[in-house]
Antibody, heavy 117, light 108 residues
Framework: QAQLVQSGAEVKKPGSSVKVSCKAS????????VTWVRQVPGEGLEWMGG????????DYAQTFQGRVTMTADQATSTAYMEVSSLRSDDTAVYFC??????????WGQGTLVTVSS | EIVLTQSPGTLSLSPGESATLSCRAS???????LAWYQQKPGQAPRLLIY??NRATGIPDRFSGGGSGADFTLTISSLEPEDFAVYYC??????????FGQGTKLEIK
């Protein structure tokens, strides 16, 4: 059964970077794209962007343009999302999800990133 | 840019009752590009409804309806495990995914 397994929780200093991984186990990304969604504690879901692993093409939400980089390694079926210049308001749970047509049908378990001095 | 507005913000009901959650789009988005997700505390969202379809493993007490700019998620005969936060979501040809702000369904 396909699953998306994300890397573990991180604690980072303001101004540093974090790189979150998302591995497809029990299958591969195939031709699907991987989407990243952020959820600040107690708040709603925010689309960050997505990447098509087979081509490496990525699209980013304007809010994150220039500060977020999404990559993928087809050989290991792993997608990555890096956020640079971290601020305290980047403290959130970051989810990866598989895009199927217009929906997100398979989600990772989420990675909590805490930004604190 | 399409904005999705969900109502009510919080819905208090008892098990066995029916729930109707609303999602209104800022413009006509047709009938096939809206989805609903359920999220429980500490968990990832789970896809419930996409277009007019239930996702795999979703009980038939969940149903989605609507078209144009007004959509509903109906849960008939609420079970204890249905109390959660529900989000609607839109995506079409543009790369952008848009989410509503969520409706919290709580036990009365």
């Amino acid at each position: 059964q396909a699953q998306l397994v994300q890397s573990g929780a991180e604690v980072k200093k303001p101004g540093s970077s974090v790189k979150v991984s998302c591995k497809a186990s029990g299958g591969t990304f195939g031709s699907f794209s991987v989407t990243w969604v952020r959820q600040v504690p107690g708040e709603g879901l925010e689309w960050m962007g997505g990447i098509i692993p087979i081509s490496g093409t990525a699209d980013y939400a304007q809010t994150f343009q220039g500060r977020v980089t999404m990559t993928a390694d087809q050989a290991t079926s792993t997608a990555y999302m890096e956020v640079s210049s971290l601020r305290s308001d980047d403290t959130a749970v970051y989810f990866c999800a598989r895009k199927f047509q217009n929906w997100l049908d398979l989600w990772g378990q989420g990675t909590l990133v805490t930004v604190s001095s | 840019e399409i904005v999705l507005t969900q109502s009510p913000g919080t819905l208090s009901l008892s098990p066995g009752e029916s729930a109707t959650l609303s999602c209104r789009a800022s413009q006509n988005i047709g009938s096939t590009s809206l989805a609903w997700y359920q999220q429980k505390p500490g968990q990832a969202p789970r896809l419930l409804i996409y277009g007019a379809n239930r996702a795999t493993g979703i009980p038939d007490r969940f149903s989605g309806g609507g078209s144009g700019a007004d959509f509903t998620l109906t849960i008939s005969s609420l079970e204890p495990e249905d109390f959660a936060v529900y989000y609607c979501q839109h995506h079409d040809r543009s790369p952008t995914f848009t989410f509503g702000q969520g409706t919290k369904l709580e036990i009365k």
